[in-house]
């Protein structure tokens, strides 16, 4: 005898015959997401969390590589989480992850730029990252009591990576590109 199967949440958005992953992702994704106010923070604030990711990547240290030569500032942990979440991405959807790219290319400038600024006196990389990080956070969970759905993070773990490519999803829908 076999478990019985308890039905959750996560099992309402079956993947049903010739649907992609993704799209069961952000059918979740969009089930959690109804109020206008909650989606609109969500455009702004994933790209505000991922700015602090990405500068928090970007600030740990890592080791010089001669065979890079000049390009040593450039290549991080920062490029790992880019590459891994490009590769991950593309295997979703590729048009999304081109997007996707150009977004990681924008915030990569600001990151730069914020790591200019604490070598000209301002504040650490890090600790800018980490505050635009909660700042993000705080974004996400004033629109989760907005919808009152605060919980559905905690759903599902996996929703956590792809809520960047949903907020490009958005975008595309409303330009009424197929993704």
Do not use: C
């Not at 099992?11 to 049903?16: D, G, L, Q, S, V």
């Not at 505000?48 to 030569?69: D, K, Q, S, T, Y």
């Amino acid at each position: 005898m076999g478990k019985q199967h308890q039905p959750t949440t996560k099992t309402t958005t079956a993947n049903k015959p010739g649907q992609r992953k993704i799209d069961v992702y952000f059918n979740r994704l969009d089930a959690s997401h109804q109020n206008p106010t909650n989606r609109l923070l969500h455009w702004f604030f994933v790209p505000v969390m991922v700015l602090g990711l990405l500068g928090m990547a970007w600030a740990l240290p890592f080791p010089h590589i001669e065979l890079i030569g000049k390009y040593n500032g450039y290549f991080n942990w920062a490029s790992f989480v880019i590459a891994f979440a490009m590769y991950y991405y593309l295997k979703l959807s590729p048009l999304l992850s081109y997007f996707a790219l150009f977004l990681l290319f924008g915030l990569s400038y600001g990151v730069m730029q914020l790591e200019l600024y604490e070598k000209a006196g301002g504040p650490p990389l890090a600790m800018v990252s980490v505050v635009v990080l909660f700042a993000g956070l705080a974004g996400q969970f004033i629109g989760g009591k907005i919808e009152g759905k605060e919980a559905s993070f905690n759903d599902d773990t996996k929703l956590l990576p792809i809520t960047p490519l949903w907020v490009l999803y958005s975008l595309t829908k409303r330009f009424g590109l197929r993704y």
